[in-house]
Nanobody, 125 residues
């Protein structure tokens, strides 16, 4: 499976963006799909994820209530709606997949085996 992220951009604080991740190849509805981000000089961190089988979603505390993850299995896409953006949300955002998921929704980078290229989100104050 290949992942292609898009939708990043430059916005002002309080604005919204919608990121999309298209899965191609041997994509399966059972995959856990997640979003991570990496700011300059910082480690890649978990943002949100959704399980394909249960539909469970989890969020990082820093984005809970502002970001919403959703998936369209018919189109093999997962989206991340970013509302009320803050300067600290500035980062490269990556979509990722767990192609052989276990129980629960993983939050750590090493549990995801497939990664897309990043898309830059820049939020100015």
């Amino acid at each position: 499976v290949q992942l292609q992220a898009s939708g990043g951009g430059w916005v002002q604080a309080g604005d919204s963006l919608r990121l999309s991740c298209a899965a191609s190849g041997s994509a399966r509805d059972s995959y856990v799909m997640g979003w991570f981000r990496q700011a300059p000089g910082k480690e890649r961190e978990f943002v949100a994820a959704t399980a394909g089988s249960s539909g469970d979603t989890v969020y990082a505390d820093s984005v809970k209530g502002r970001f919403t993850i959703s998936r369209d299995n018919a189109r093999n896409t997962v989206s991340l709606q970013l509302n009320n953006l803050k300067p600290e949300d500035t980062a490269v955002y990556y979509c990722a997949a767990v192609t052989f998921p276990g129980i629960g929704v993983p939050r750590t980078t090493f549990e995801y085996d497939t990664w897309g290229q990043g898309t830059q989100v820049t939020v100015s104050s």
